[in-house]
């Protein structure tokens, strides 16, 4: 199982960015599927998953209204659509997958991509 995240970058405040992850040796479908974000000498922090149905999703209040997680099974990937961009989302964010499908906890994901640096600045 391997997942691998990419698309951050550098943009100014109220800029957009999609974050894709794309997944191998496993189907999407079967698992819970999250983004995590760590800022420097922050915790790791949940702020979107998706379970078993794609109409099941959860946002941290921080981002709410603002990204959009979805994921393409059929092409194995997941993607987090992250628009009005804030300085406080500059982060490292990282994709993950947990199994059974029932949700996403910052320690109990099975599998982790290698982390995106997103940073948000004027």
């Known amino acids: 199982v391997q997942l691998q995240a990419s698309g951050g970058g550098s943009v100014q405040p109220g800029g957009s960015l999609r974050l894709s992850c794309a997944a191998s040796g496993f189907t999407l479908g079967d698992f819970s599927l999250g983004w995590f974000r760590q800022a420097p000498g922050k915790e790791r922090e949940l702020i979107s998953c998706v379970t078993r149905s794609d109409d099941n999703t959860w946002y941290a209040d921080s981002v709410q209204g603002r990204f959009t997680i979805s994921r393409d099974t059929s092409k194995k990937m997941l993607y987090l659509q992250m628009n009005s961009l804030k300085p406080e989302d500059t982060a490292v964010y990282y994709c993950?997958?947990?199994?059974?499908?029932?949700?996403?906890?910052?320690?109990?994901?099975?599998?982790w991509g290698q982390g995106t640096q997103v940073t948000v600045s004027s």
């Open positions: 993950a997958a947990d199994y059974p499908p029932i949700g996403c906890t910052p320690d109990g994901m099975d599998y």
